[in-house]
Structures are given as structure tokens and as C-alpha cells.
């Protein structure tokens, strides 16, 4: 199947300091990728939908300017959590959707995750 | 409100029995279904899924069964084997993909 990577796999920083989290598909365009978070022994969340060129699309209940995505390029989105609190310490993922197959959910590959702890 | 519900956190059957796990929907609006395996620092991937037009879907070991009047579905893996020991993750599509809080499976050699 398709890779997608997650760059860092483990971060640990200060509160109020920001942290960028970046995901790509490695052999693959993505039009839409996705961010979820994942508190301990909860679901997935979804936090936003990005959409390659164009202005994110955040859930209800997320931060857009605390949660800044950027989607530049077909193989590239970035989550910045931006002033970060010890409360937004959690498993942040991403997914990508091959272009060819944007309503195929079957074809949403996830990357391995990103551990954030704000200290 | 948890509208795709996992109420088992862990399942642990015996290598070569049967593993049900099972999942709860309140979403009536949910027209696909999907069941992802998630291993240790990896993320999740795709198992199998159906549609909310059929009731059962097959795919070797893995079996996923529909019951849209109770909105509940099912993974059955048979046999079990200790490499499907993982956590295993109920999903459903609306306009995004909704997931329940997963189930460890630990299958015993």
C-alpha cells in the first residue's frame, strides 16, 4: 500500500512554544489529507480536512489559529500547534487520500503518528 | 456523544479459535463501514469494509457481518493467529470517518 510519513515521530517541548508536525505521502499526490488527534484510550478525532492550495476545513470545537495547517504541495501538510499547553499533549496523525480515489475511504493511508508532550 | 461505540477495550482469545469483535453505531446516516488494524508507534491500516446495502463481506480470515436494524457490526477472525494481535478500530463514514475507541486483541499462542 501507500507510505505516508510523520516527521517527528516523538516531540517534547515547552509550554508556549509552537511545534510543527509534518506529513507526507511518500509515492503518492494527495489531494486531502487529514489530522486526527488521539487522546489516551479515546477514538481518532478528526481535527481538520486539507486540502492541497486551499484553506484548511476544521471541525467544530478546533482552534483554527491554534492548529495552523498548511497544505502546499500534493505531498506535503504541516500541523503547527501554536503556543502549545500541557492540554494539547497528545497522538496527532495524519492520513492522505490518493488523488484518483478522493471518495474511496478504503484508500485513506495513515501515517505512524506524532507523540507531543508539552511540559 | 460517541457516535460509534467499541465497548470492549480488550479481547483476548486463543491461536486458532475465533475473535468477535464488535462495534455499535447511532447514525443511521453512516453508508459505509470499516474496520482499520492498528499496531504499536504505527498508524493505523486498512482491514475491510462494507457497505451499508450489504450485510456480510468476506476477505480470507476476516469476516465483517452488518446489522442495520440493531446498527451493529462485527469482525470475525478465523482462525486466529498471534500476528493479528493488535488493536482493531470500528469506523464510519459520513462526510468523515468517525471511529470508536478501538479493541486490543491479544491472541495466546
Known amino acids: 500500500g501507500a507510505v505516508v510519513s510523520q516527521h517527528p515521530s516523538r516531540v517534547i517541548c515547552k509550554s508556549g512554544t509552537s511545534v510543527k508536525i509534518e506529513c507526507r505521502s511518500l509515492d503518492f499526490q494527495a489531494t486531502t489529507m487529514f489530522w486526527y488527534r488521539q487522546f489516551p484510550k479515546q477514538s481518532l478525532m478528526l481535527m481538520a480536512t486539507?486540502?492541497?492550495?486551499?484553506?484548511?476545513?476544521?471541525e467544530q470545537g478546533v482552534e483554527k489559529d491554534k492548529f495552523l495547517i498548511n497544505h502546499a504541495s500534493l505531498t506535503l501538510s504541516t500541523l503547527t500547534v501554536t503556543s502549545a499547553h500541557p492540554e494539547d499533549s497528545s497522538f496527532y496523525i495524519c492520513?492522505?487520500?490518493?488523488?484518483?480515489?478522493?471518495?474511496?475511504?478504503?484508500?485513506?493511508?495513515f501515517g505512524p503518528g506524532t507523540r507531543l508532550t508539552v511540559l | 456523544d460517541q457516535q460509534v461505540k467499541q465497548n470492549s477495550p480488550s479481547l483476548s482469545v486463543q491461536e486458532g479459535r475465533i475473535s468477535i469483535l464488535n462495534c455499535d453505531y447511532t447514525?443511521?446516516?453512516?453508508?459505509?463501514f470499516l474496520w482499520y488494524k492498528k499496531y504499536p508507534a504505527e498508524g493505523p491500516t486498512f482491514l475491510i469494509s462494507?457497505?451499508?446495502?450489504?450485510d456480510k463481506n468476506e476477505d480470507g480470515r476476516f469476516t465483517v457481518f452488518l446489522n442495520k436494524s440493531a446498527k451493529h457490526l462485527s469482525l470475525h477472525i478465523v482462525p486466529s493467529q498471534p500476528g493479528d494481535s493488535a488493536v482493531y478500530f470500528c469506523a464510519a463514514k459520513g462526510y468523515k470517518l468517525t471511529f470508536g475507541k478501538g479493541t486490543l486483541l491479544t491472541v495466546n499462542p
Open positions: 447514525n443511521s446516516m453512516f453508508d459505509y
Open positions: 462494507i457497505s451499508s446495502i450489504k
Open positions: 486539507s486540502n492541497e492550495g486551499s484553506k484548511a476545513t476544521y
Open positions: 492520513s492522505a487520500i490518493i488523488q484518483s480515489q478522493a471518495d474511496s475511504y478504503n484508500e485513506q493511508f
